[in-house]
């Protein structure tokens, strides 16, 4: 019996020695991957440039947050998480009231880098040419000390991006022109952080791209088939299988072609709305603003009581695809005070009569049409004029360093189209909330702005920004896309055509 209780004991005490050793082991496995993380977290393993807060750096170095201050960080806005010091202090949601002297800014000037670009040099039939320019000598590019090729007005205006962005590249390499410097032109490939296609694809759109009778197919396709042929043969498109390619798109007609064969690239677009996800997406791509076409207020020194008109619009109200909205606002606000929405076309003065009616309008209304962007929220930027924006699938510029809820009003087109439900809403916005909007525009409105020589903190300087911020993942892609490159099979080099549904287009 004595030594059935010895044994019982005995087996006891190796149970708990067993448990005892087993906790130790686990206690020094978890110390030893704590010491090893510490040991790779210097600053050479990271690029803290990536960082989106050069004061953020510390608590990666470090590895703790003690030398981290609340006060070395941009406060949140609006319904944000707000970052606490104190572990269990209760989180307190910023109220728009403390909004304060926080301004909407891009990026910061004190950590960005320089983006460079390898821009090739295409003929001139690609880019200028389309604008009736002829080049002299050898040189297919302009010379912007002597005379800048001018790009026609009017709507082709509102898709111009192509222009103003190769036209700053170009400004890069002449001494003297003064301009901001997020992007600048290198002439060796292998130093660029991405390669530029200067194809002015929305002007060659609009200009070409109907089919004369005695062609066979439009200018605007066999330029695209020209192009494709061109980039699929160059070195530094195989070299990353075109993922460091940066390709303008803007007018959602644009490409229609090419874009199923040059999906690797990045596209710079007004949204997604013809693309399907396998070839643009906001992974890969950049969205860009349209350049307004109604004039811009100058010196406004307008109120909430000197706009008389409290809802504007004044366009197309007859739309397919993600446009019926229109039409079911038109008759739900037609006959509302106070309240204009009617057609409208650059015809007759529209211009003229669009500026006037937004820089006397408190709200204006940007409703999605044939595609969910339109140059109506930019004219609206321009204009003072608090943005409403009815467009479930809107994809809007810079969002990522950008807060629009302080400037725009955004509306679910299912709540819109309910009776009085729009009119209650923008009713319910008092003086104070719009005034504080107001002034919020007044702010950003530099950011979509196209100009040339381009300046600190404009369109041009934004867009290249964005691009910049897309550089790791292209990094980090065609690293992965390097990983068997010297056992390569030639089905990993050609280049695939992604399928599109049949009635996509």
């Known amino acids: ?7 019982s004991s005995l087996g006891i005490i190796s149970r708990k020695s067993m448990l005892c050793l087993f906790l130790f082991a686990s206690a020094l496995f978890m110390l030893s991957w704590f010491f090893l993380l510490r040991s790779t977290s210097s600053a050479g393993f990271h690029d803290l ?4 807060h050069p004061t953020l750096n510390p608590l990666i170095v470090n590895g703790n947050s003690a030398s981290w201050n609340r006060k070395d960080v941009e406060p949140s806005i609006g319904n944000r998480a707000i970052l606490v010091d104190n572990e269990g202090e209760e989180e307190k949601p910023q109220k728009k009231d403390d909004l304060g002297d926080v301004k909407c800014s891009g990026f910061d000037n004190n950590y960005k880098q320089v983006l460079k670009i390898f821009m090739y040099d295409l003929p001139s039939e690609f880019h200028f040419g389309l604008l009736d320019w002829k080049p002299q000598g050898d040189s297919v590019w302009p010379d912007l000390r002597a005379k800048v090729p001018e790009y026609p007005g009017g709507l082709n205006l509102q898709h ?3 222009y103003w962005l190769t036209l700053d590249l170009l400004a890069s390499e002449v001494p003297g022109i003064p301009r ?3 992007a600048v032109r290198v002439r060796n490939s292998s130093e660029a952080d991405v390669i530029f296609v200067p194809f002015f ?3 060659c759109y609009n200009r070409y791209s109907k089919v004369n009778p005695h062609q066979k197919k439009s200018k605007d396709k066999l330029l695209q088939e020209k192009l494709v042929k061109f980039l699929t043969s160059q070195k530094e498109w195989k070299r990353s ?3 460091d390619h940066v390709l303008l798109a803007h007018h959602p007609n644009s490409m229609l072609d090419a874009r199923v064969k040059l999906w690797p690239a990045i596209f710079i677009l007004a949204d997604f709305g013809r693309y399907p996800p396998n070839i643009a997406n906001v992974g890969k791509d950049v969205i860009a603003p349209y350049k307004h076409v109604i004039r811009s207020y100058v010196n406004d020194s307008s109120n909430f009581d000197s706009r008389p008109t409290l809802l504007y619009f004044q366009g ?3 739309r397919k695809d993600g446009g019926f909205a ?3 606002l038109f008759y739900l606000l037609k006959d509302e005070k106070e309240v204009h929405f009617q057609f409208g076309s650059v015809q007759k003065d529209g211009v003229g009569k669009a500026s006037q009616g937004m820089h006397s309008s408190k709200f204006c209304l940007n409703i999605a049409g044939d595609t969910p962007s339109s140059n109506r929220l930019f004219d609206a930027i321009a204009s003072h004029c608090v943005p409403v924006i009815i467009s479930d699938d809107i994809e809007l510029p810079y969002e990522n360093v950008l807060d629009y809820s302080q400037f725009c009003i955004f509306v679910r087109t299912s709540d819109a189209v309910r009776e009085k439900f729009l009119v209650n809403l923008i009713r319910s916005i008092k003086k104070d909330e719009w005034t504080r909007m107001w002034n919020r525009l007044k702010e950003v409105e530099n950011f979509f702005e196209f100009q040339y020589p381009s300046r600190e903190g404009d369109a041009v300087q934004m867009i290249w920004q964005a691009v910049a911020r897309k550089v790791p993942a292209i990094r980090l892609k065609v690293n992965k896309l390097r990983r068997f490159s010297r056992f390569g099979t030639q089905k990993d080099e050609e280049l695939r055509k992604i399928p599109s549904p049949s009635n996509f287009w």
Do not use: F, T, V, W
């Open 1 to 7: 019996m004595a030594d059935k209780h010895s044994s």
């Open 49 to 52: 440039s990536l960082l989106p």
């Open 160 to 162: 111009s991006i192509e």
């Open 180 to 182: 901001a410097g997020s």
């Open 201 to 203: 694809s929305s002007l």
């Open 241 to 243: 299988g075109g993922r």
């Open 316 to 318: 197309a109200i007859y």
């Open 326 to 328: 229109r039409q079911e």
